[in-house]
Every structure is written in C-alpha cells, then in structure tokens.
T-cell receptor
Framework: DGGITQSPKYLFRKEGQNVTLSCEQN?????MYWYRQDPGQGLRLIYYSQIVNDFQKGDIAEGYSVSREKKESFPLTVTSAQKNPTAFYLC????????????FGPGTRLLVL | GEDVEQSLFLSVREGDSSVINCTYT??????LYWYKQEPGAGLQLLTY?????DMKQDQRLTVLLNKKDKHLSLRIADTQTGDSAIYFC???????????FGAGTRLAVHP
C-alpha cells in the first residue's frame, strides 16, 4: 500500500533533550511538509522540502530542524530550543505541482515530561 | 487574524444535511481543499475545487465556491455519526508552495 508513515505515535521528551520524529512516504512525491497542530487551532507549517537536499523554513521553524537526504524521508528534530514542544505533529507529502494536494500521515503526539 | 476563517463548531441531527462554511482573503487562490480529521488521526483529503469552478459534487459531498465573496462551503447530505470529525478548509495561492489552513470546524452529529 502506498502512503505516509510516521513514528512513533507517541513520544516523550525530557527537558533539554532533542527528539526526532520520523516521516516516510512511498508515494514517489517530491515535496514533503511538517506541520504542528495545537488544540483548537489550524495547522502551522514548520518546514517544507520541494526536492531532495533542499528545504525551507515555514511559519514557525524556530526550535526545529530537518534534513532531506532521501526522497522518501523527511525527519523532524525538535531541539531543546523549542520551549513549548507539546503538540500533535503531522507530516505530509505532495507531487509539488500546481495542484498541490497534500496527503497526510497519521501524526505523532509529542509530550514533555 | 487567520487568512482562512471557519466557524469552530456545528451540531446537526443524524440524517440532516450539514453545511460547513469557510472564507478566505486572497484572490489569487488557485485550489481550495476540504480535509477531515478524526480524533487522534491525520488529515484525510475529502475533495478539492479549482478556483474557476462554482460547484463540485462527489457522492454525499457538495462543494460550492463563490469567488466574488471568497466563500467556500462543504455540504454533507444525509449526515451520519461517522461524519463526526473536524473539517479543515485550505487554500493554495498562486506562486506559493504551501497550503493555508483554517482553524477547523468541529462537526457533532447527534441522534
């Protein structure tokens, strides 16, 4: 089955710790995205990548980092600089064409201990 | 404020029609989307409409676009309990490589 997988489903972070969220897609999509969702709010874009080895900051990139070494993978690291990391994180991918339908993974919920 | 606005909550009786509304501000929008999110899950694409269309129908779903008023709506016919979820509208603007999402409308279906 084609799709987007995210792992883990739940992740706990201790103070001062960096954690990495995984996102993998087998849809052969060029573009990948990371969003953050807080209760009662829409999705806010953290980072996106239109092509391998290239990525751009979204609206709330501070305290986060990404890499795009492979087309299929776009991991997100939540660094200790992110002071309020508790949220639901969603990864998405798209073909990157003008008709920008994005397909979403199941999400990772990050909690701070 | 939000560039894409939605009412936060809608309650309907099972079997009735639901209408979820969305307004956007940018006239350069090319595509507009409706996504559904069930509790603890990712977003599922329901449908999308190109900005030069007025209406799109797909089984129980009807999307209406009023480009002059920058108003988008999603009508769900014969609403069922399984339709209970949060519905997000999103717009794609010309020249932008990202989608702009509204805050979502929580649809509650009661017997």
């Amino acid at each position: 089955d084609g799709g987007i997988t995210q792992s883990p489903k739940y992740l706990f972070r201790k103070e001062g710790q960096n954690v990495t969220l995984s996102c993998e897609q087998n849809l052969n999509h060029d573009a990948m995205y990371w969003y953050r969702q807080d209760p009662g709010q829409g999705l806010r874009l953290i980072y996106y990548s239109q092509i391998v080895n290239d990525f751009q900051k979204g609206d709330i990139a501070e305290g986060y980092s990404v890499s795009r070494e492979k087309k299929e993978s776009f991991p997100l690291t939540v660094t200790s600089a992110q002071k309020n990391p508790t949220a639901f994180y969603l990864c998405a991918s798209s073909t990157g064409t003008a008709q920008e339908t994005q397909y979403f993974g199941p999400g990772t919920r990050l909690l701070v201990l | 404020g939000e560039d894409v606005e939605q009412s936060l909550f809608l309650s309907v009786r099972e079997g009735d029609s639901s209408v979820i509304n969305c307004t956007y501000t940018d006239s350069s929008s090319t595509y507009l989307y409706w996504y559904k999110q069930e509790p603890g899950a990712g977003l599922q694409l329901l449908t999308y409409i190109f900005s030069n269309m007025d209406m799109k129908q797909d089984q129980r779903l009807t999307v209406l676009l009023n480009k002059k008023d920058k108003h988008l709506s999603l009508r769900i016919a014969d609403t069922q309990t399984g339709d209970s979820a949060i519905y997000f509208c999103a717009e794609k603007r010309r020249g932008y490589n990202k989608l702009i999402f509204g805050a979502g409308t929580r649809l509650a279906v009661h017997p």
